[in-house]
């Protein structure tokens, strides 16, 4: 094989992206989603929902912290306070009109706590140098599964409530590519989780979904389809990528 032969995982460019998905910055394949060969035949797949890209923001740190359970400060051992989320993004790729989850991809998550205030960053307001909860990777298993466990985020002004996460293909692309977005809540439940300790103690939040400019870039097509549990909440999020061959 020769490198003009040899495949390349690529994402779309921000104006292929607007082309192939149009105006709603989300195309859902074959009426809502893409059914492959072997979902058409009875076995459960991955759904093939390519996402638009938002900002990563000032506040990522690439700490290199493979764990599922991201509430705790490996620093000192405490554990961040409020409601628990357990949340799976479901990977997969898209790839010449088939989908196959996407196995061997790294997937960074990291969001402020229920006060709002991220670790191991210098702000204005707060100045958490080397705290590192809230933060972490995981490597999708076979089904393109990357699980977490955190809690419900809190908020800060200018920004509604969200969850920033990458996704890195390098180990199974032999490339460096990323795919940054965030993710999004409804506004009533996080208003009656918000309600309760400990997050009732900053206020109530100054910012609502389409209050925040970047969520109205596309975030009506990143919002957590939220399920209640036991003791908090839980969420899977499927995403697409976008795999091509190099041009020749």
């Known amino acids: 094989m020769t490198d003009k032969d040899r495949p390349m995982a690529q994402f779309l460019s921000r104006r292929e992206v607007m082309a192939y998905l149009g105006a709603t910055g989300v195309v859902w394949l074959a009426g809502g989603s893409l059914f492959p060969r072997w979902a058409i035949a009875g076995t459960r797949g991955p759904s093939c929902v390519v996402r638009p890209e938002q900002t990563e923001g000032p506040y990522f740190v690439d700490e290199r912290l493979n764990r599922s359970d991201i509430r705790t ?6 554990v961040s306070p ?4 357990a949340l799976t993004l479901l990977v997969s790729r898209l790839d010449a009109g088939d989908c196959q989850p996407l196995s061997g991809a790294q997937v960074d998550m990291w969001h402020c706590d ?5 670790s191991d960053v210098q702000d204005p307001a707060f100045n958490t140098v080397g705290k590192k909860f809230l933060r972490g990777h995981q490597v999708t298993n076979a089904r393109g599964e990357a699980r977490f466990v955190t ?9 509604t409530v969200h969850i920033h996460f990458k996704i890195r293909t390098a180990p199974v692309a032999k490339q460096s590519f990323e795919f940054t977005s965030q993710l999004y809540f409804n506004d009533e439940l996080t208003d009656r989780v918000h309600a309760a300790s400990p997050y009732a103690a900053k206020g109530p939040r100054t910012t609502s979904n389409q209050q925040d400019w970047i969520f109205r870039r596309g975030g009506d097509r990143l919002m957590l389809d939220v399920t209640t549990t036991v003791d908090g909440y839980a969420a899977t999020f499927p995403i697409g990528l976008q795999f091509r061959e190099r041009a020749t």
């Open 151 to 159: 809690v419900y985020p809190g908020w800060y002004p200018g920004r």
């Open 114 to 118: 229920a006060m709002g205030v991220y």
């Open 73 to 78: 400060d490996p620093a000192d051992g405490r």
């Open 82 to 85: 409020g409601t628990p989320l």
